[in-house]
């Protein structure tokens, strides 16, 4: 194992930090999260923007807008874990059950499908959708260390993009959704929702304090939104090819 890897990640105290909607043990791979991501992000300077919000809030809709007119890269957590659920992986049923409850898979198994992604990406620039969830996935992320071009620097978000919108609207959405998404069910979304507000919001809450959160208004129609979203995302107009 290379020891001064670009990546590494101390997971702290992975027992006693799963958030309380996590209540029972899940077998996880339990190789150190580094020996997979080595290379990556190398000399880059890394750019990372949370997209937090509830459950249908607009998320991954407003991230493809995004993408279209900034050039990051769209990672959604909920897309990795549900495509290592498609993959066979050892950690698959454990993921699903977690999903279909609603809950927060643990944060060692989400990181590590984040850092593939975005060494893969190839991209220096990161939209991170519906990560972190709750206190522990925010703890395991901020233990992300960029090696360079600054030793020892967190990888730190620039800021934190909230969508805001009430739980009826959000409901609505979600079930005229149609994806066939195991967990766009009345009753998964009503535990959705309890862990977004149990769990989610004092992550936001937390960057809040720290002067990172930007709020958006995401009860408006898509395109209304956007023309909010592309304010906050305008001083990266310049670095668009
Ligand atoms: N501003 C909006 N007004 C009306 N409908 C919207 C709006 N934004 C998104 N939608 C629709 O609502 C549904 C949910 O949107 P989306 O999948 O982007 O939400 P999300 O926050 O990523 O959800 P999740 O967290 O459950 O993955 C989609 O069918 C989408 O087309
Ligand atoms: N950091 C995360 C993100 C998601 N999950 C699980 O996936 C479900 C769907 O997430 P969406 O963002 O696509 O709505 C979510 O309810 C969780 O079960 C997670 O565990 N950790």
């Given at each position: 194992?290379?020891?001064?890897?670009?990546?590494?990640?101390?997971?702290?105290?992975?027992?006693?930090?799963?958030?309380?909607?996590?209540?029972?043990?899940?077998?996880?791979?339990?190789?150190?999260?580094?020996?997979?991501?080595?290379?990556?992000?190398?000399?880059?300077?890394?750019?990372?923007?949370?997209?937090?919000g509830g459950p249908g809030s607009?998320?991954?809709?407003?991230?493809?807008?995004?993408?279209?007119?900034?050039?990051?890269?769209?990672?959604?957590?909920?897309?990795?874990?549900?495509?290592?659920?498609?993959?066979?992986?050892?950690?698959?049923?454990?993921?699903?059950?977690?999903?279909?409850?609603?809950?927060?898979?643990?944060?060692?198994?989400?990181?590590?499908?984040?850092?593939?992604?975005?060494?893969?990406?190839?991209?220096?620039?990161?939209?991170?959708?519906?990560?972190?969830?709750?206190?522990?996935?925010?703890?395991?992320?901020?233990?992300?260390?960029?090696?360079?071009?600054?030793?020892?620097?967190?990888?730190?978000?620039?800021?934190?993009?909230?969508?805001?919108c009430?739980?009826?609207?959000m409901?609505?959405?979600?079930?005229?959704?149609?994806?066939?998404?195991?967990?766009?069910?009345?009753?998964?979304?009503?535990?959705?929702f309890?862990?977004f507000?149990?769990?989610?919001?004092?992550?936001?809450?937390?960057?809040?304090?720290?002067?990172?959160?930007?709020?958006?208004?995401?009860?408006?129609?898509?395109?209304?939104?956007?023309?909010?979203?592309?304010?906050?995302?305008?001083?990266?107009?310049?670095?668009?090819?």
């Open positions: 194992m290379i020891l001064d890897t670009d990546f590494v990640i101390q997971l702290v105290c992975m027992g006693t930090m799963l958030d309380a909607t996590v209540d029972v043990p899940v077998p996880v791979e339990t190789s150190k999260l580094q020996d997979a991501d080595e290379s990556f992000p190398g000399d880059k300077k890394i750019t990372v923007v949370f997209v937090l607009g998320k991954g809709t407003q991230c493809a807008n995004i993408v279209q007119h900034f050039g990051f890269t769209h990672l959604s957590a909920g897309d990795l874990l549900r495509a290592e659920i498609k993959s066979g992986s050892e950690n698959g049923t454990m993921i699903q059950n977690m999903i279909k409850e609603g809950k927060i898979v643990p944060s060692e198994v989400t990181i590590k499908l984040l850092q593939r992604a975005m060494r893969e990406s190839g991209n220096d620039k990161f939209l991170i959708d519906g990560f972190p969830r709750n206190e522990e996935n925010r703890a395991a992320f901020e233990e992300v260390i960029q090696t360079s071009p600054v030793p020892q620097t967190k990888i730190e978000p620039e800021f934190v993009l909230f969508f805001d009430s739980e009826e609207e409901q609505q959405r979600i079930l005229g959704r149609n994806q066939g998404r195991e967990d766009d069910n009345i009753e998964t979304i009503r535990k959705r309890k862990v507000m149990e769990s989610s919001l004092p992550v936001i809450e937390y960057y809040n304090s720290k002067g990172k959160v930007r709020k958006i208004d995401a009860g408006k129609p898509i395109e209304e939104v956007f023309e909010d979203v592309k304010e906050i995302f305008s001083p990266y107009s310049a670095q668009v090819a």
